[in-house]
């Protein structure tokens, strides 16, 4: 069974950067689309970013020019690069790889804080 492992989350200060990574094995996860989602407190989980296996993106439009997500192929592994953070950003990060008639696979989340 596929597992996906987050890493990256942390600390930052608003207006800087942090990026996460999402990373698993398998030609499965490289042929399918690969989505970020992200939990507040209190909140229920929203989409923030996907990238399907020919590179289309999507944003939320929340981070829209702020966040970028990427995908390394050959390492089987998926980035978001998250940039001029807001206090707003501050959640637990999850990676979603969606597969065709299944609920797809979650990863455990990487919490990040962004202070004011």
């Known amino acids: 069974q596929v597992q996906l492992l987050e890493s990256g989350g942390g600390l930052v200060q608003q207006g800087g950067s942090l990026t996460l990574s999402c990373s698993a094995s398998?030609?499965?996860?490289?042929?399918?689309?690969v989505a970020w989602h992200r939990q507040e407190p209190g909140k229920q989980r929203e989409l923030v970013a996907s990238?399907?296996?020919?590179?289309?993106?999507y944003y939320v439009d929340a981070v829209k020019g702020r966040f970028a997500i990427d995908r390394n192929n050959a390492d089987n592994t998926v980035f978001l690069r998250m940039n001029r953070v807001r206090p707003e950003d501050t959640a637990v990060y999850y990676c979603h790889l969606a597969v065709s008639g299944t609920p797809g696979y979650w990863g455990q989340g990487t919490e990040v804080t962004v202070s004011s």
């Open positions: 990238i399907t296996s020919w590179g289309d993106r």
């Open positions: 398998g030609s499965i996860f490289t042929a399918n689309t």
